[in-house]
């Protein structure tokens, strides 16, 4: 039994706007040296699966500069291992709008394909899957589609549409709600699913004698009285960047050990492009505080509750609180940052005093200076 993965990875680029105006959502920095993408990548090949379909869209060079060849994760194969799938299909010249669209694009790969099941995922889904036992669990039910949902609890205030999932005592899905807002603890969809593979096909194939546009719609909300469409709930750490409040709010999370734990010792390792940087440096002037610290930082002054990426140099006098800095970024002398998204390679002045909030953290673009 064989299995190809496919990836999306800039479906919601729109949402982070401003971590994706020069790289795709896959390749957004997380957890202080990991890149979205490694998480699923990381998840696939720890479930036995060794060909990986990543369909781009745009802003992708940021990614295939991070992935490469796929060495880091053991997909630089000569059979099979990951292909990078452009935007539109072999017999289209038009870039995909949906999601739908994108897989038919990409039939010719799945075609091209010997396995039996295809597991789909988004490019931001950080959590540690073994997508073996959720396969197990769709070809024990006789499922055309197994959905993988997690249990959310729903802050109060919070108007974000997502997917839930209403789901029998034999893990049968009768109803897929979308387009609203929730509350209460839901069996939210995480955008991870397990198909047949000859049974996509045949989607694909038929969409337009069945007007299918839409995945969401279409194949799912509509096919829970025809298809037989379950639910495999992920009981691990789960996080969905969506938003750069949730960006902010999933990274410093990760403070938290118990969250680390279940997100980088559950199913297997997670893997990423290895860099060779010197050891971080804190000096008898510097201090850190319950923060995730990646190589080659130099810290003078005082760091808190925050995580920083390589090379960030934390000057002395200066003080970094419940910010994210991405590589190369300098906090000069008697400055202060609060609440604070520096992208890769900005300076922060001396004596400079920077705060935003945790709902709306201050977002500083790559190279600037302030």
Same mark, same amino acid.
């Given at each position: 039994?064989?299995?190809?993965?496919?990836?999306?990875?800039?479906?919601?680029?729109?949402?982070?706007?401003?971590?994706?105006?020069?790289?795709?959502?896959?390749?957004?920095?997380?957890?202080?040296?990991?890149?979205?993408?490694?998480?699923?990548?990381?998840?696939?090949?720890?479930?036995?699966?060794?060909?990986?379909?990543?369909?781009?869209?745009?802003?992708?060079?940021?990614?295939?500069?991070?992935?490469?060849?796929?060495?880091?994760?053991?997909?630089?194969?000569?059979?099979?291992?990951?292909?990078?799938?452009?935007?539109?299909?072999?017999?289209?010249?038009?870039?995909?709008?949906?999601?739908? $669209?994108?897989?038919?694009?990409?039939?010719?790969?799945?075609?091209?394909?010997?396995?039996?099941?295809?597991?789909?995922?988004?490019?931001?889904?950080?959590?540690?899957?073994?997508?073996?036992?959720?396969?197990?669990?769709?070809?024990?039910?006789?499922?055309?589609?197994?959905?993988?949902?997690?249990?959310?609890?729903?802050?109060?205030?919070?108007?974000?549409?997502?997917?839930?999932?209403?789901?029998?005592?034999?893990?049968?899905?009768?109803?897929?709600?979308?387009?609203?807002?929730?509350?209460?603890?839901?069996?939210?969809?995480?955008?991870?699913?397990?198909?047949?593979?000859?049974?996509?096909?045949?989607?694909?194939?038929?969409?337009?004698?069945?007007?299918?546009?839409?995945?969401?719609?279409?194949?799912?909300?509509?096919?829970?009285?025809?298809?037989?469409?379950?639910?495999?709930?992920?009981?691990?750490?789960?996080?969905?960047?969506?938003?750069?409040?949730?960006?902010?709010?999933?990274?410093?999370?990760?403070?938290?050990?118990?969250?680390?734990?279940?997100?980088?010792?559950?199913?297997?390792?997670?893997?990423?492009?290895?860099?060779?940087?010197?050891?971080?440096?804190?000096?008898?002037?510097?201090?850190?505080?319950?923060?995730?610290?990646?190589?080659?930082?130099?810290?003078?002054?005082?760091?808190?509750?925050?995580?920083?990426?390589?090379?960030?140099?934390?000057?002395?006098?200066?003080?970094?609180?419940?910010?994210?800095?991405?590589?190369?970024?300098?906090?000069?002398?008697?400055?202060?940052?609060?609440?604070?998204?520096?992208?890769?390679?900005?300076?922060?002045?001396?004596?400079?005093?920077?705060?935003?909030? $945790?709902?709306?953290?201050?977002?500083?673009?790559?190279?600037?200076?302030?």
């Amino acid at each position: 039994m064989k299995t190809v993965g496919i990836v999306f990875s800039n479906i919601h680029d729109k949402e982070v706007s401003e971590l994706t105006s020069g790289r795709t959502l896959a390749s957004v920095p997380f957890a202080g040296r990991y890149r979205l993408i490694d998480f699923v990548l990381s998840n696939m090949v720890n479930s036995g699966i060794y060909d990986v379909g990543v369909i781009t869209k745009y802003n992708y060079q940021s990614l295939m500069e991070h992935i490469g060849t796929g060495k880091s994760w053991d997909l630089a194969r000569k059979n099979g291992g990951l292909s990078i799938l452009p935007p539109f299909g072999r017999e289209s010249s038009t870039v995909y709008s949906s999601r739908f $669209e994108a897989i038919s694009n990409c039939a010719y790969y799945l075609r091209d394909s010997s396995a039996t099941h295809v597991v789909m995922s988004d490019c931001d889904n950080v959590c540690n899957i073994d997508f073996s036992d959720a396969l197990n669990f769709h070809i024990e039910k006789g499922a055309d589609i197994t959905v993988i949902c997690h249990k959310k609890a729903i802050p109060a205030g919070d108007d974000k549409m997502r997917t839930a999932l209403e789901i029998d005592s034999g893990g049968r899905v009768r109803k897929v709600v979308t387009g609203t807002k929730h509350s209460g603890t839901i069996n939210a969809f995480t955008n991870m699913l397990i198909i047949n593979r000859g049974f996509l096909l045949g989607i694909i194939d038929n969409a337009e004698e069945l007007g299918y546009k839409s995945f969401s719609r279409d194949v799912l909300i509509r096919g829970v009285d025809t298809y037989n469409i379950c639910a495999y709930e992920h009981k691990g750490y789960f996080a969905s960047i969506d938003s750069m409040a949730n960006y902010y709010r999933h990274t410093l999370e990760l403070l938290d050990k118990h969250n680390r734990d279940e997100l980088f010792r559950g199913a297997g390792a997670i893997y990423t492009k290895v860099h060779d940087s010197a050891p971080s440096k804190i000096t008898e002037t510097g201090s850190v505080h319950n923060s995730l610290i990646a190589d080659g930082c130099v810290i003078e002054g005082e760091v808190e509750n925050s995580v920083l990426f390589r090379d960030v140099h934390v000057a002395k006098g200066a003080k970094v609180s419940n910010s994210i800095l991405f590589n190369s970024v300098a906090v000069e002398s008697d400055s202060s940052v609060n609440c604070v998204i520096a992208d890769k390679s900005v300076v922060v002045l001396g004596g400079r005093t920077l705060s935003g909030h $945790e709902t709306r953290p201050y977002f500083l673009p790559k190279n600037t200076i302030v």
